[in-house]
């Protein structure tokens, strides 16, 4: 399977990931939806942030989000109202800034990272589900 089926078949078919994008850990798109362009400074301030938890709030590709949980290896966020202002991943007092329904996932692998984008239409646990066990397939395989 391509890098480009795994966004398409794995995480965006069955309509609960609304946007996706598979980089390298060293940089560089793999494969991504069509509305999902992370830049090269989001894609290494997300992989510097999964490298020194926790994070307060990430930009995906101009879309600002409040980081609910994150560890080593994820990434668990909401979606913020406001996307003014904000530094991609640096600390910040952002309790005036409310959550919207939706948000994102990210999931580090040996050599990947795995973005994933859903709406309030999606459970957050559902999203987590795909994302993670895709991550399990890439670090069985090697990835």
Do not use: H
Not at 76 to 84: I, R, W
Not at 95 to 114: D, E, F, H, Y
Request: charge should be negative; include cysteine.
């Amino acid at each position: 399977m391509s890098w480009q089926e795994f966004i398409d078949k794995g995480l965006l078919e069955g309509g609960i990931v609304t946007e996706a994008a598979i980089f390298g850990i060293e940089g560089g798109i793999w494969a991504q939806s069509a509305g999902c362009n992370i830049s090269k400074d989001e894609q290494r301030a997300i992989v510097d942030g999964l490298n020194d938890p926790p994070l307060r709030e990430i930009r995906v590709g101009g879309r600002q989000y409040r980081c609910t949980m994150s560890s080593l290896d994820l990434i668990l966020s909401s979606k913020l109202s406001d996307a003014e202002g904000l530094e991609s991943m640096v600390p910040s007092s952002s309790s005036s800034r409310g959550l919207i329904p939706g948000g994102c996932i990210i999931k580090k692998t040996n050599q990947a990272v795995i973005v994933a984008e859903y709406s309030s239409e999606s459970s957050e646990m559902d999203v987590l589900a795909g994302v993670e066990q895709l991550g399990n397939y890439f670090v069985m395989k090697g990835y």
